[in-house]
């Protein structure tokens, strides 16, 4: 999938070609053509997932193709200002008619989704984009209402206090997001959330996103969205107890492949599927793994439906024994017989860890995921970690060791002698032992804060570069 099969303005696509994105992450692909469509929305889906360009990307569209139609003639509101003092009068304060409103539950998400509509509408002359926050001084926040935005980010109390000075006018919205509108409802902003809707068109456009969907949150999504699309994305709750983790550190290219060899020759493996990030490296690795004696076969997207459809019999009869996939081709495969994942590559965002990992595990069974890590990847590893809410144990495997140790405070433990059908591993799923191999030290020591890695929910988080 890509952006322009998304149907996306070329200004916008211009833009996101300049931000380096290459191709819309799960939840772009699934929210944005139904958002052009004009349906409302009730996404499920977390931070780091692309969400802010979920909703945005789609109502900069709609902006643009307006730009295109906009009346050359017509007047804004500066210049009806600039006008009225050249006729010596002192000009009125306007309220800004916003047309498209984004809720947060924090200024720094707000401030976050304001920087990311900077960039996706960089290439678009009229779309302003600008946050009214609590704690910002009244006189910048008057400046900034006078320019009359089309685009305003807030939270929800300060916006409050705007709309009934008068100072803010909603008739004219088109479209409402509420983002990670769980938090703001922690947040007891609830009260807030429903004045503000109220005072909102009915015609409007709105788009829900939080982390789930359950309980006072669903019910406040169904009251206020229209024969909404839900989508439900990967979801962090899901810990995969049946599975367990582990990474290997890698110091190159060579050292990777020994050390995929080997854990593939794993007597408890029954199947395997290891990723790659590219469709070429799916077929140069089964190339290779073939030649070394596995039954290995490749699975992508430029492969014939016919050789996908012959290539996953295979692997369900039982006659391919590691499948080297990509992450949208292996989506959704359900072979009871995989025990193991391997990322040869990590996935490009936390969310696809969380697919792939779930290849293994089917049907209650127990899996293990693997993930061969060079060292500069090791803030990749964290990313997912924050985004998974678990802690991926070090394994070091003798004969295999990398030459350079990780980082502190990730160091290696002895392996656990784990085996698919024993779940008595040395470290529990979401534990993370700190030791050097043969000398155990206590969770918690050596510098980790859990409360300062985990605690963040403060939308920071980012996908990771390319491959
Ligand atoms: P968000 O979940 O919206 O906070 O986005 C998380 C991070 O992913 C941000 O740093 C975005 O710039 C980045 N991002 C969003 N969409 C894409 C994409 N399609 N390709 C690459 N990076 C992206």
Same mark, same amino acid.
């Given at each position: 999938?890509?952006?322009?099969?998304?149907?996306?303005?070329?200004?916008?696509?211009?833009?996101?070609?300049? $931000?380096?994105?290459?191709?819309?992450?799960?939840?772009?692909?699934?929210?944005?053509?139904?958002?052009?469509?004009?349906?409302?929305?009730? =996404?499920?889906?977390?931070?780091?997932?692309? @969400?802010?360009?979920?909703?945005?990307?789609?109502?900069?569209?709609?902006?643009?193709?307006?730009?295109?139609?906009?009346?050359?003639?017509?007047?804004?509101?500066?210049?009806?200002?600039?006008?009225?003092?050249?006729?010596?009068?002192?000009?009125?304060?306007?309220?800004?008619?916003?047309?498209?409103?984004?809720?947060?539950?924090?200024?720094?998400?707000?401030?976050?989704? %304001?920087?990311? +509509?900077? @960039?996706?509408?960089?290439?678009?002359?009229?779309?302003?984009?600008?946050?009214?926050?609590?704690?910002?001084?009244?006189?910048?926040?008057? #400046?900034?209402?006078?320019?009359?935005?089309?685009?305003?980010?807030?939270?929800?109390?300060?916006?409050?206090?705007?709309?009934?000075?008068?100072?803010?006018?909603?008739?004219?919205?088109?479209?409402?997001?509420?983002?990670?509108?769980?938090?703001?409802?922690?947040?007891?902003?609830?009260?807030?959330?429903?004045?503000? =809707?109220?005072?909102?068109?009915?015609?409007?456009?709105?788009?829900?996103?939080?982390?789930?969907?359950?309980?006072?949150?669903?019910?406040?999504?169904?009251?206020?969205?229209?024969?909404?699309?839900?989508?439900?994305? $990967?979801?962090?709750?899901?810990?995969?107890?049946?599975?367990?983790?582990?990474?290997?550190?890698?110091?190159?290219?060579?050292? @990777?492949?020994?050390?995929?060899?080997?854990?593939?020759?794993?007597?408890?493996?029954? #199947?395997?599927?290891?990723?790659?990030?590219?469709?070429?490296?799916?077929? +140069?690795?089964?190339?290779?793994?073939?030649?070394?004696?596995?039954?290995?076969?490749?699975?992508?997207?430029?492969?014939? #439906?016919?050789?996908?459809?012959?290539?996953?019999?295979?692997?369900?009869?039982? #006659?391919?024994?590691?499948?080297? $996939?990509?992450?949208?081709?292996?989506?959704?495969?359900?072979?009871?017989?995989? %025990?193991?994942? =391997?990322?040869?590559?990590?996935?490009?965002?936390?969310?696809?860890?969380?697919?792939?990992?779930?290849?293994?595990?089917? $049907?209650?069974?127990?899996?293990?995921?693997?993930?061969?890590?060079?060292?500069?990847?090791?803030?990749?590893?964290?990313?997912?970690?924050?985004?998974?809410?678990?802690?991926?144990?070090?394994?070091?495997?003798?004969?295999?060791?990398?030459?350079?140790?990780?980082?502190?405070?990730?160091?290696?433990?002895?392996?656990?002698?784990?085996?698919?059908?024993?779940?008595?591993?040395?470290?529990?799923?979401?534990?993370?032992?700190?030791?050097?191999?043969?000398?155990?030290?206590?969770?918690?020591?050596?510098?980790?804060?859990?409360?300062?890695?985990?605690?963040?929910?403060?939308?920071?988080?980012?996908?990771?570069?390319?491959?």
């Amino acid at each position: 999938m890509t952006f322009e099969a998304l149907g996306l303005h070329s200004s916008i696509l211009k833009a996101l070609t300049e $931000a380096g994105y290459t191709k819309p992450t799960p939840v772009q692909e699934q929210a944005v053509p139904a958002a052009l469509q004009g349906r409302d929305l009730m =996404v499920s889906s977390q931070t780091g997932s692309g @969400k802010t360009a979920a909703f945005m990307l789609p109502a900069l569209h709609k902006f643009a193709e307006a730009e295109l139609e906009a009346q050359p003639g017509a007047k804004t509101s500066n210049q009806e200002r600039q006008s009225a003092r050249s006729r010596g009068e002192r000009p009125r304060f306007q309220p800004a008619q916003p047309k498209m409103l984004v809720l947060t539950p924090t200024r720094e998400l707000a401030l976050q989704v %304001t920087n990311a +509509t900077d @960039k996706y509408g960089s290439n678009l002359r009229r779309v302003r984009a600008v946050s009214i926050l609590g704690g910002m001084p009244y006189p910048k926040q008057m #400046q900034l209402l006078s320019k009359n935005p089309e685009i305003l980010v807030a939270t929800p109390g300060r916006l409050i206090d705007h709309m009934e000075s008068g100072k803010i006018n909603f008739s004219q919205l088109e479209i409402l997001v509420l983002d990670e509108a769980d938090r703001m409802l922690d947040m007891g902003f609830i009260e807030d959330i429903e004045k503000i =809707v109220e005072a909102t068109p009915e015609t409007r456009q709105t788009m829900l996103f939080s982390a789930t969907l359950d309980g006072v949150v669903g019910n406040m999504a169904k009251r206020i969205t229209r024969d909404p699309l839900v989508i439900q994305i $990967a979801s962090a709750g899901n810990k995969h107890e049946n599975i367990q983790q582990r990474v290997h550190f890698v110091d190159d290219l060579s050292h @990777k492949n020994r050390l995929l060899d080997h854990l593939l020759r794993d007597a408890t493996l029954d #199947q395997a599927v290891v990723f790659t990030a590219t469709k070429r490296d799916a077929d +140069t690795i089964a190339d290779r793994l073939n030649i070394a004696g596995f039954a290995a076969a490749a699975l992508h997207g430029d492969m014939h #439906q016919g050789a996908r459809n012959r290539t996953l019999d295979a692997l369900r009869r039982g #006659q391919v024994r590691v499948l080297v $996939a990509t992450d949208v081709a292996a989506r959704g495969i359900d072979v009871p017989g995989i %025990t193991h994942v =391997v990322n040869y590559d990590l996935p490009k965002f936390p969310e696809d860890y969380v697919h792939r990992i779930g290849r293994t595990g089917r $049907a209650g069974r127990n899996g293990l995921a693997i993930s061969l890590v060079n060292h500069a990847e090791n803030i990749n590893i964290k990313r997912i970690e924050r985004f998974t809410k678990q802690l991926i144990p070090v394994d070091i495997i003798e004969g295999f060791e990398p030459k350079k140790t990780a980082s502190a405070p990730r160091s290696a433990r002895k392996p656990g002698g784990w085996k698919p059908g024993d779940n008595r591993s040395n470290s529990k799923p979401g534990q993370r032992t700190f030791s050097k191999p043969g000398a155990p030290r206590k969770e918690g020591s050596g510098g980790f804060n859990k409360g300062s890695r985990f605690g963040d929910s403060g939308g920071n988080r980012r996908s990771f570069g390319d491959h």
